[in-house]
């Protein structure tokens, strides 16, 4: 075939956008533009997934304003030109959405399916609709736990628009995996399609991981020579626009000027920045990685910042953070911070009706003050009562400055942690000779490179072996994690352990292939594999190895939040048993001093110390000083380390009363709010506890000729070896091992949790039902009545709009199953037996025989099958605008009219769920339904009587 600009094709592995039209011929590239989906998509000729639109004499086409059958099909400089009723159009001419099915056409010439495979293909259709409305799609298939504060940040977050978020919660309470729920909703519904993520460099593999392993986001990374090899190939094409989903190290950008302006022009549905706080601003100057970020976020309309340092702990810093989320409201310094002065009284008010204190007079007028003029409020605050307290908390919420920017959850307001008990051992230092000594010290220099250096070591006769290996003895069959600096101290203590001692060893280094530590992890974890996992610092990012409750700290970083990493792969929300840190030092050199600052200064061993950072800002130089002094010895070590800890005590005790002040209560509050997020979480639930999903995923790949044997609980192996299709998602690396449990893929990173919206389920469900499978069959009923006939139809409900707009939360492609008889009356109540579907595939039908009456009898019973599933459309029509007006048009009014009273909701978002609620009210009601396949079902004694 000739490709012209011009020509009319549609997407197989996206039908709903509609009608695409060719408009680009490049080299061996075509450009298809979807233009009612507002969705542009590039192709490889020769291997592009699209297919011809070419309609057929008796079909039905629309197009400038006029509507007619088809009777003619002729050709015009390459271009279709159809013909019917006096009028004439060409492909190019056509509307977007047509209706467009050959099942009618298969049904007559005798091409069909078996009735199963008919009935398997509603089935799929039914999931599917039932999958993209429901607030969980696009999360079903993620590795995470359901946790009740990830859930409502998630849930709120993603229901923005635009989303301009701050996500602050503590270290450990999972800000990635808050992040990437709410990333992987954005994009399953279409709402983002192009997305940025800045990183520093330390998390750029930690994060791509993460988004990979829990979300099943592709992302690619870029660097320099990322950009210069598509430079190469493209001269003058800006390389950030070869990808979609996209991961930079911040540093990258802001140390190239070039690079960060084709980042910024090269236009983003979101942005998200990790570790926030290390953008630094002043009112008088900004680094130059502030600028970048500022930069991008006044270009997209999306933008999440992620920080664990909280407000307290830095006034211009969190305004500043702030700042990029909305500058017109945070634009002068000066006013923020008298402002946020007046949060103290508004928390502590706000503290007193949540604990259900009564107000005295003083209080009453400052709260009223609060509440504006709202007659309604101040009735509910006479009324006393625990629904009118809990009404005007979330008045107050609602009001409070950074409430609507900022989530931030705190461990001790979440809860369900365990208890941290520090098994700190001091050796005697007194044993140690000159050269261990100088061997600990140079050991202690390498820690603190931001960059360990290629060294060789030799543990061996390392004086703290003998302890390790004490430990290994005194704890049993226990498992235990070991995570220190470097790769070379991993290697150096397997070598050591494995001469040593028979314990069972398993490594986690950044040396290994992702698979391999994919394979060691899970060796660890089983019950019979490896007692001790030894983990460089790679280890301390990200991973879950709750499973054990023993970690060893063969050395300790002087950065307290990446002790707090290491200790957090265990002390997780879910562990079952108290988390042993054992460590062990000897007396008189620098690990000893560390050891001690952590235990008496910060307590960072039993608790989580939020002002960790702060901390390490204010002492960590001296701290270093100091503790290569105390390796040195002298007359009395001791004594400035511990001067030191005492200051550091003090501070650490200031500033946790800060953080504990009052003026954090509202967000507190604001963070644990209940309300429609707990959708999510129930949604969810609902999917976890659905096991016929398990069976309708296996027989989804049975279609496909892929074959599944049990290998445990909710487990199983797909193996391809039968694949009937080369376009299966998933599969091309041979069999696979994965699971349907939540439980079981948490514990097991190397399985893949299968549900609906997983990239290998819902690629074979398109796959599916875009094709033929299925949609035409014959069946012959023995329980019907003599002499009669049905044909069972199903329209699909299809509404083209832009992707952006996620119609399908409200309408998405519901199938409309009619039946109607021979005599063109609906027949709602029928379903074929059980018996006759049975015996289907064993019945040799003669299908010449049946054609003539096929022909005669299938025309005007799916013409008034159309009809009736017209006037279905209108109902599900109404329902959904319905649905749309209610959760939409109320949210739009509650922000119009919080706007009075809280400068802190923008015109933009109220402007932006308007044009949302608007754009669904005229697409909605240009759904119609598209005819996706049909099934003849006759009396036995049927054709003997025609």
Known sequence: MQLVPGQRFLSNAEPELGLGTLIRIEGRSVQVLFATAGVLRQYAAHSAPIARAEFRAGQKITGKGISFTIEHVGESDGLLEYRGGGHVLNEAELDDAQAISRADERLISGRVDRADRFDFRIEALLRRADALRSPAWGLESARIDLIAHQLRVAEVAAMRQPLRALLADEVGLGKTIEAGMILSRLVASGRVGRVLVLLPESLVYQWFVELLRRFNLQFSLFDEERCESIEIGHPGHNPFLDEQLVIASIGFLSGDTKRA??????????????????????????????????????????????????????????????????????HDLDAYVAEADGYAELSRLAGKLHDGEALDGDERAALLARLGDDAELADLLDAGDEASRRTLLDALIDRHGTGRVMFRNRRVQVGGFPRRVPQLTTLDGSLLDDSQRQRLLGEFHLDLQPRAPEVELAYADDPRLEWLLGLLERLGDDKLLLICRTQAKVLALEEALRTRSGVKVARFHEGMTLMQRDRNAAYFADREGARLLLCSEIGSEGRNFQFAHHLVLWDMPVDPDLLEQRIGRLDRIGQKHDI??????????????????????????????????????RFGARLVELAEQHAHGGEDPDAEIDALIGETRATHEELSALVNAGRDRLLKLASSRQGHEERLRRALAEADADLTSDDFVLRLFEQFGIESDESG??????????????????????????????????????????????????????????GEHGNASFLVDDALPPRSALLECVFVLSCVADRGLAVERYLPPIPLRIVVDTRLLARADFQPSADSIARAADRAIEYTKYRPVLTKLVKPMLAHAETLARERTQREIGGALDRAEAELGNEHARLVALARVNPSVRQEEIDALEAELEALRTAIPQATPRLDAVRFVCSVDFLNLR
């Open 261 to 330: 302006t084709q980042a910024i022009e090269a236009g983003w549905d979101l942005v998200i920045a990790d570790e926030a706080h290390h953008l630094a601003w002043t009112p008088e100057a900004a680094s130059t990685e502030y600028t970048v970020v500022e930069s991008l976020a006044a270009s997209v309309p999306n933008l999440l910042l992620l920080t664990a340092t909280p407000e307290q702990l830095g006034r211009s810093g969190h305004f500043a953070r702030l700042r990029l989320l909305d500058p017109a409201r945070y």
């Open 580 to 617: 042993q840190i054992h460590v062990a030092a000897f007396s008189g050199t620098a690990q000893h001093a560390l050891m001690r600052w952590y235990d008496l200064g910060l307590d960072a061993f039993r608790g989580s110390p939020s002002d960790g950072r702060e901390l390490l800002k």
């Open 713 to 770: 609980t909710r487990t199983v192996i797909l193996d391809p070896e039968y694949l009937s299709t080369d376009g299966f998602p998933g599969l091309k690396d041979g069999p696979q091992q994965v699971t349907f449990d939540r439980g079981i893929a948490l514990a097991r990173e190397d399985l893949q949790l299968l549900r609906i919206d997983h990239p290998m389920v819902s690629g074979a469900l398109d796959m599916l039902v875009e």
